[in-house]
């Protein structure tokens, strides 16, 4: 047996397998995405008077008293960096991490001096990927009175947004509740000026 008897069909198979999952299995499963879920496919975006406004699968750094603000990014070298995903790494013993999380205290508590309540773990712990776009409805209501300060609304009024926007546990069982933060700013800027 000679080496052309081997490597010749080698080859051959190897082109063919290129082919069919290289490009073919990539463009029928692109193809098949576009069509059966083309927001999701297209990066679930929110578009807004024509205007991309960001995606509903990733959080944007709002930092105006005047917005609820997200769960805090690790992501670097600016908050929400979708290309450099990725959490802190630090370890629940680890004093940075306690430095920071007692920093984002003081943060919240200086934005809004007369709430006294507890601080919800998400609004001072980044998470995993960086990017989380939601928030849990009681990090949603710890803010709730400092938008409605700064806005000059009832605090009743921002609540209402919030429940209207507070997302349930898929099939009522699978995850939590959740809020997303930039459609909560949206419906908030469209309703409250």
Known sequence: MNNNSIIRPALVLFALLGVLTGL????????????????????????????????????????DPKHFWGRPSATAPQPYNASASGGSNLGPLNPALADAVKGRVEALRAADPGNTAPVPVDLVTASASGLDPDISPAAARYQAARVARVRGVPVEQINALIEKNTQSALWGVLGESRVNVLALNLALDASVR
Do not use: D, E, R
């Open 24 to 63: 073919i299995y990539p463009m029928a499963v692109t193809g098949a995405a576009k069509a059966l879920f083309p927001s999701q496919a297209a990066g679930s975006l929110v578009v807004q008077g024509g205007t991309t406004v960001g995606s509903s699968l990733i959080g944007q750094n709002f930092s």
